[in-house]
């Protein structure tokens, strides 16, 4: 039987510009039975994960047509990354376009767990590929598949740390980077006390006078924020002592420099200690 996808297949547009996907890495790979992650190499063929052009019109109408002729197919055994990507990539813009969230998580779930790791690796490589408002409404499909507990904390970190190695290059063609990483965090509910994980080797740059741990982490502190409201975001703060300065520059950690630049992100309301640092 086909996949509820398949009418989707064909031409992409990029909005890099046709930029090379030259970021197109190894995605990690995590067993469905233990949640300890073991990354190993995965063959990968490049090509755009930028989203297909497909109007909204038809749509729904054609994914559930397909969906009802395919039947409810899980992919039993791993399939390559290729079609792990266009499956992904489609089924994104499908949740673009559309809003259905129950369409989304069957689908997600029909890829089969031996195909998660990979899937979530390459919702974040799409997710990157796109304009940002189509990357914020994305970013929210994956927030979907969280709730719903198909997407876990584990497999987020996994694929997240994983795909942190690459920010750096991107950022020529995708400004935003930083920012979408950090939105997928928080859409991924990753824990306060577990942003450092899901940051990677990033972490390791923190003496960068502006190291990419700190957009990233403001970026997760303002959807956090905006989904869970200031006020709960606040209280997690406290209650997990999030220590903000370990995103920012080894050279700039003094209680003076973290007010300043927690006040020129406007996040100073979520952190009551350096708000009364005079």
């Known amino acids: 039987m086909g996949n509820p996808f398949s009418a989707f297949a064909g031409g992409s547009r990029g909005w890099r510009a046709g930029k090379p996907d030259e970021h ?7 067993s469905p039975v233990n949640t300890k992650f073991t990354l190993h190499s995965r063959s990968s ?4 994960s930028s989203p297909d052009a497909i109007g909204s019109q038809n749509m729904f109408a054609t994914l559930m047509d397909a969906d009802e002729s395919a039947g409810h197919k899980t992919y039993a055994e791993e399939m390559s ?9 489609n089924m ?29 690796y390459q919702a974040v490589d799409n997710i990157m590929d796109r304009r940002p408002d189509q990357a914020e409404q ?19 970190i996994a694929a997240l740390a994983e795909y942190s190695s690459q920010l750096e290059d991107l950022l020529l063609d ?19 006390s577990r942003v450092s994980e899901a940051m990677g080797e990033l972490m390791t740059k923190v003496d960068m006078l502006k190291p990419p741990t700190m957009s990233i982490v403001f970026a997760y502190l303002k959807h ?17 002592e999030f220590d903000v300065s370990q995103f ?31």
């Open 45 to 48: 063929n490049s090509g755009s």
């Open 92 to 120: 994104l813009t499908a949740y673009v376009e559309t809003q259905n969230e129950a369409t989304l998580v069957d689908s997600f779930e029909q890829l089969g767990e031996t195909n998660y790791s990979t899937a979530v």
């Open 224 to 240: 956090m924020a905006k989904t869970n409201g200031e006020e709960s975001t606040r209280i997690n703060i406290e209650e997990t």
């Open 81 to 89: 990354t290729e079609e792990v990507r266009s499956l992904v990539k």
């Open 174 to 192: 995708v400004p935003h980077a930083f920012q979408y990483f950090g939105m997928l965090m928080a859409a991924t509910r990753v824990q306060m």
């Open 138 to 156: 994305a970013t929210n499909g994956m927030a979907v598949l969280a709730k719903h507990n198909v997407v876990s904390e584990d497999l987020a």
């Open 24 to 30: 197109k890495n190894t995605p990690p790979h995590i």
């Open 248 to 278: 920012l520059c080894l050279d700039h950690r003094s209680e003076t420099d973290i007010k300043r630049v927690l006040g020129l992100q406007d996040l100073l309301s979520l952190f009551p200690k350096y708000a009364q640092v005079d």
